[in-house]
């Protein structure tokens, strides 16, 4: 009896196991096609979604491209109506720039010539005087005969009596350049010609055209070279006179110390000549 009633109960138990099951299964079946439904509604909506936002974004792109395009066409409209003023001024510039070098280019072909010509020039006088020179030193008229005097000291002195007595008459010019040579013979002063245009005492120029630098850009004249000529081989008319200085234009102070401490010789021409005492 007992073994009958434990069948029968496996049975049942077995029964409702067998209905449980396919129950789970029916009700998991009907969750997932409800979940797959959701999820392909979600996605449908997203689709949507993302279309309607595609097509909002290429609109908006679109406007943007038009917008820079009408922009574009009206900078570029802009900048061809400024061409002509702008081609304007660039072509006037650059002309002006053309006419500024080639005044400058015409002025440093004007210089150069002149350069030339004065080269030419001071060529022409100096071939022309030294055979002059060379006869003349044969027979000396004055004391200079001792002073042996290089190219160097004859430009120094050509442009030193050209600086101090270039506007003075030929006989001025040749008694500045006695004083030079005389210095040259005096114990007190440099033993060169050179030396002597160049010397300092207590720091200061013994010939000012040195120092403001009008010895250098003289210009000797032919007549300053006959002025020279005549000092070196002719006769010493200077009396000795070791100073010379124009009044005029002299300072007041450095005109006191001459009449103070120098002996006065003589006047010629804007000149007053002098010797130590």
């Not at 510039?93 to 440093?108: P, R």
Request: aromatic residues 8%.
């Amino acid at each position: 009896m007992i073994a009958a009633i434990q069948n029968l109960w496996k049975k049942i138990s077995r029964l409702f196991m067998d209905k449980c099951r396919r129950a789970y299964q029916s009700g998991a079946l009907l969750v997932s096609g409800i979940s797959v439904f959701i999820l392909v509604s979600l996605h449908a909506q997203e689709g949507v979604s993302a279309q309607k936002g595609n097509v909002a974004c290429s609109g908006t792109a679109k406007d943007v491209r038009m917008e820079q395009e009408r922009a574009a066409n009206i900078r570029m409209e802009q900048e061809e109506a400024a061409l002509p003023e702008q081609a304007e001024g660039l072509g006037g510039g650059f002309i002006s720039s053309c006419q500024q070098i080639l005044e400058k280019g015409e002025e440093g072909a004007r210089v150069a010539k002149q350069e030339q010509k004065r080269e030419r020039e001071v060529a022409a006088v100096s071939a022309s005087i030294k055979p002059m020179r060379n006869e003349m030193r044969q027979e000396p008229l004055n004391p200079y005969g001792e002073i042996a005097i290089t190219d160097q000291d004859y430009e120094a002195l050509l442009r030193i009596v050209q600086a101090e007595a270039g506007g003075e008459e030929p006989q001025g010019r040749t008694l500045v350049a006695e004083v030079i040579l005389n210095r040259v013979l005096a114990e007190q002063f440099a033993s060169s010609v050179y030396d002597v245009v160049f010397e300092r005492t207590g720091g200061s120029p013994q010939f000012a055209p040195t120092a403001d630098g009008r010895f250098y850009t003289v210009e000797v004249t032919p007549e300053t070279v006959e002025a020279v000529e005549q000092a070196i081989h002719g006769e010493d008319l200077s009396q000795g006179a070791l100073f010379f200085s124009a009044r005029s234009k002299a300072d007041k102070n450095d005109m006191a110390w001459f009449d103070r401490n120098l002996k006065w010789l003589f006047q010629y021409g804007g000149h007053e000549f002098y010797t130590l005492p």
